[in-house]
């Protein structure tokens, strides 16, 4: 159990361009989903937090105007990245809060994007 | 201020030897979770062991174990037997109750050797 999907695996576009990212929780229902942003060979760095039904809330230093986030359903978070530039080109990680099996957030298999 | 640290960037292991991944945590909290994820290089985050911190047993999950030691804020990682398709990026992460915001370690790179 505990399933979170992520698509598309991997993207690339133009810069100036729009890029939708979806995350979707399979076999559960999160009220709270996370976003995350990966850099080659570093650490998971937190960009926002999604809650169903209200506005994400953003960690320090993350644009809102750039990264929309929308979780308009209990499964369905998405993370639009507006304009996009080549230094948004990375590796972006949705994780979903589940209660079951274990209290813990479980990640779906991330989105490659490549803005040229 | 919340903090996870792993001391080390990469470690190498014979296969079927065991292995311990180091953490150390730092937090004023009472209730906290400690978590490990692999991260295989398809990307994804496969999650492996939980330890709250109310918990006087160290958790263990197939060949996972976690060496919970509280005194210490440790968390340490041991897996046993190691395979190679254990070889990964290996992540350690802090939540705390309430917000369910994690922060994670700088990650552990484990070669496992033939």
């Known amino acids: 159990g505990a399933v979170v999907s992520q698509h598309p695996s991997w993207v690339i576009c133009k810069s100036g361009t729009s890029v939708k990212i979806e995350c979707r929780s399979l076999d559960f229902q999160a009220t709270t989903m996370f976003w995350y942003r990966q850099f080659p060979k570093q650490s998971l760095m937190l960009m926002a937090t999604?809650?169903?039904?209200?506005?994400?809330?953003?960690e320090q230093g993350v644009e809102k105007d750039k990264f929309l986030i929308n979780h308009a359903s209990l499964t369905l978070s998405t993370l639009t990245v507006t304009s996009a530039h080549p230094e948004d080109s990375s590796f972006y990680i949705c994780?979903?809060?589940?209660?079951?099996?274990?209290?813990?957030?479980?990640f779906g298999p991330g989105t490659r994007l490549t803005v040229l | 201020a919340q903090k996870i640290t792993q001391t080390q960037p990469g470690m190498f292991v014979q296969e079927k030897e065991a292995v311990t991944l180091d953490c150390t945590y730092d937090t004023s909290d009472q209730s906290y979770g400690l978590f490990w994820y692999k991260q295989p290089s398809s990307g994804e985050m496969i999650f492996l062991i939980y330890q709250g911190s109310y918990d006087e047993q160290n958790a263990t999950e197939g060949r996972y174990s976690l060496n919970f030691q509280k005194a210490r804020k440790s968390a340490n990682l041991v897996i046993s037997a190691s395979q190679l398709g254990d070889s990964a990026m290996y992540f350690c992460?802090?939540?705390?109750?309430?917000?369910?915001?994690?922060?994670f370690g700088t990650g552990t790179r484990l070669k496992v050797l033939a």
């Open positions: 992460a802090m939540g705390t109750s309430g917000t369910y915001k994690y922060i």
């Open positions: 999604s809650n169903e039904g209200s506005k994400a809330t953003y």
């Open positions: 994780s979903a809060r589940a209660g079951a099996p274990v209290d813990t957030q479980y």
